[in-house]
Each structure stands twice: as structure tokens, then as C-alpha cells.
């Protein structure tokens, strides 16, 4: 999944974002990985924190970095 977002002004927002999720990974019965790349924690906030809520954890980060010369 690369985007999951609900209009952040509705009331209902974060029931819409577990209704798009279970629509995209299934009740979890099946033995696969679910890949969520590149979230913007700040920006996706209410997503992000509903994939916490049902399991899901930080495998890797990115890193932005610059080298002086």
C-alpha cells in the first residue's frame, strides 16, 4: 500500500481509514508480509497510527543525509 488517507476534516475520518485498510489487506488470516512503504508519519498521522493499532511495525527507515565537500 503506498497511500490511505481520509478527508482529515471529517468526523468519521479515522472508520474510514480502517474500512480502506481491511478492504486492502484482508482480515489477516492468510500467512503473507503487508508492505507499507515510505508513510510520512507526520503527514499520514491517523493512518499511521491505525497501522500500529492492528500490528503493524517498523522494519526500516530512511535516512537524509548530506555530505559536506
Sequence with gaps: MY???AKP?????EE???QLLGCVFGDFTDN?????????MNKSKKTYNALRRI????TAQQVYMVKEI
Design 55 to 58: 500490528g503493524f511495525q517498523t
Design 9 to 13: 476534516e471529517r468526523v468519521d475520518a
Design 32 to 40: 503473507i508480509n503487508r508492505t507499507v512503504p515510505n508513510l510520512p
Design 3 to 5: 497511500q490511505c488517507e
Design 16 to 18: 474510514i481509514i480502517y
